[in-house]
């Protein structure tokens, strides 16, 4: 069993976990990410690593409620235990494979839409600790769905908080900022651009405009399984199949086919739903549509 030793919820649709898992935090590294799993009967749920304490052996997780399961997390409270937490799986970003002396010599902007901003924040941490400066920006609908907010400002140079809705920092979304930095004399060698699929489809039209020669995007939205078995994280890069939970999560944004990749996403939302119906009406539900098994 792997104890969570501090539960709290961070927005309205965020939930913070800090888990005991010494094995895990000793080899992972940003970028990858666990699979975490409640009890027996429950559902193996990937999710990327916001953070990681070697000494403690601890490992930070970051979820939003969506399905049935991920529903059940957000009950849970400091003292409680996931049956199974196993990881680090996937590959590291590949900036963190470079020299530091050519590292240092990249001007880098790491952009995180919503619940994004976690896998992102590790990463920016990775590199203030090595004595990279890099930009992030971080967009959500409005302020009170902005998360890590404290810790950002902590390793960024300089960072860029924004709202849909105009309610706090730069008002727009995050290609809007972005193009407002060029505006002002701003410009990246490399961005990095990790949240919702449609967000980091419009992210990468916007670098590629700008100019900005390499952008990397997190396929960790359509990850199912996480082993490479089910095949739900199907990606088209460049026109190469790759498997978002094998060989990525992260990817060539610019060589990503984001339309593919969202119809793909779409498969699995009546299976969602019918799993959060049998969540919400519980002994009563009957499953009389033949479809969700709970007639059977």
Known sequence: MYKILKAEQLSATNYLMVIDAPRV?????????IIVKLDEKGERIPLTICDYD???????????????STQKFAELKTGDSFMDFTGPLGCPSEL???????????????????????????????MKEHGVDVDC???AKNKDLLILEKEMEAVAANYYPCTDDGS????????????ALYAEGKSYDVAV???????????ALCAKKLGIKECI????????????????????????????CVDGPEFDGYGVDFDAAMKRQQMYKDLEQRAILKLQEGDTHH?????????K
């Open 96 to 126: 963190i494979e470079m020299p530091i002396e050519e590292l240092k010599e990249k001007k880098i902007i790491f952009i995180g839409g919503g619940v994004g901003a976690a896998p992102v924040y590790p990463q920016v941490k990775w």
């Open 54 to 68: 070697r000494e403690a052996g601890t490992i930070t997780i970051v979820f939003q409620p969506i399905g049935a």
């Open 137 to 139: 920006i971080i967009g």
């Open 193 to 203: 651009i990790i949240g919702p699929m449609i967000m980091m489809k419009f992210g």
């Open 217 to 244: 995007v997190s396929m960790n939205p359509i990850m199912v399984d996480g082993t490479g078995m089910c095949g739900a994280c199907r990606v088209l890069v460049n026109d190469e199949v790759k498997f978002a």
């Open 168 to 179: 706090y920092g730069f008002s727009g979304m995050v290609t809007a900022q972005l193009e």
């Open 287 to 295: 499953g009389g549509c033949g479809n969700c098994g709970g007639d």
């Open 25 to 33: 935090a000793a080899h992972c590294e940003p970028g990858q990410f």
